[in-house]
């Protein structure tokens, strides 16, 4: 079944997200200045053969910044 999980990473509270295989993510910085680094336990060449692209505007709902 289709599931959108929403995480928010702060530098108040450091954590690394672990996305498992198989799940599409993405990232989107709330604030200016902000650095964001993807790691993976894959070569450059072997990522680039597992690169499966959705348009993003089938996710323009799941990336709008929500009130807190």
Known sequence: SEKTK????????????????ENYNGWKALEENTILIGM???SLEESLNDDYRIP???????FK????
Not at 6 to 21: H, Y
Not at 56 to 62: A, C, K, L, R, S
């Open 56 to 62: 993003v505007d089938n996710f323009t709902e799941h």
């Open 40 to 42: 993976s336990n894959f």
């Open 65 to 68: 910044v929500k009130n807190r």
């Open 6 to 21: 929403t995480f928010i990473l702060s530098e108040k509270i450091p954590e690394v997200l672990i996305v498992p295989p």
